[in-house]
T-cell receptor, first 112, second 113 residues
Framework: KAGVTQTPRYLIKTRGQQVTLSCSPI?????VSWYQQTPGQGLQFLFE???????NKGNFPGRFSGRQFSNSRSEMNVSTLELGDSALYLC???????????FGPGTRLTVT | DQQVKQNSPSLSVQEGRISILNCDYT??????FLWYKKYPAEGPTFLIS?????DKNEDGRFTVFLNKSAKHLSLHIVPSQPGDSAVYFC????????????FGTGTRLTVIP
């Protein structure tokens, strides 16, 4: 069974721009969660989608948003990029609530 | 406010010996715990998990122990192998918390051949 895939793997943007990251979950998984990893803050939860609905949200500003499609694929968007948004963005999928989450390889975003 | 803590940033162990990685948590609402292994520039790889109704779970060389009264869990790797060298994160999910994983800060394990 194919794992979680994320595109693109690397991205360089400038301040003020917006970016869209994509995630395809493991087949059959309906829950997709997004995390941000930075050296200073570690791994932090952004939001989770299940059956196209945002079920849970972390403590991030409204510039961070996401959505999920009917095929469970998910996208996250960051608008008005700031230097501090430079991070590894990880997507994870799971079969059900409260179960193991399986991570993709991540998208490395650099904001200059 | 770090609700899941890994107080040892690094650990070195000889090949063949036991590696013990520790994790403490403060939120009594956590009821499912997981360990992940991570290499640089890759996503975390799921290793093993434990529900709060258990105190031990084994999977091959990996065993996780949970002490709810102490709010402490540990991961034992026996025997340790050089390929185990990576950063290990513990994570917790609160009861009714959907899939919001709270991660610790990680412990870098180095297994010396």
């Amino acid at each position: 069974k194919a794992g979680v895939t994320q595109t693109p793997r690397y991205l360089i943007k400038t301040r003020g721009q917006q970016v869209t990251l994509s995630c395809s979950p493991i087949s059959g998984h309906r829950s997709v969660s997004w995390y941000q990893q930075t050296p200073g803050q570690g791994l932090q939860f952004l939001f989770e989608y299940f059956s196209e609905t945002q079920r849970n949200k972390g403590n991030f500003p409204g510039r961070f948003s996401g959505r999920q499609f009917s095929n469970s694929r998910s996208e996250m968007n960051v608008s008005t990029l700031e230097l501090g948004d430079s991070a590894l963005y990880l997507c994870a999928s799971s079969l059900q609530e409260g179960s193991e989450q399986y991570f993709g390889p991540g998208t490395r975003l650099t904001v200059t | 406010d770090q609700q899941v803590k890994q107080n040892s940033p690094s650990l070195s162990v000889q090949e063949g010996r036991i590696s013990i990685l520790n994790c403490d948590y403060t939120n009594s609402m956590f009821d499912y715990f997981l360990w992940y292994k991570k290499y640089p520039a890759e996503g975390p790889t799921f290793l093993i998990s434990i529900s709060s109704i258990k105190d031990k779970n084994e999977d091959g060389r990996f065993t996780v122990f949970l002490n709810k009264s102490a709010k402490h869990l540990s991961l034992h790797i026996v025997p340790s192998q050089p390929g185990d060298s990576a950063v290990y994160f513990c994570a917790a999910i609160p009861r009714g918390g959907a899939n919001n994983l709270f991660f610790g800060t990680g412990t870098r394990l180095t297994v010396i051949p």
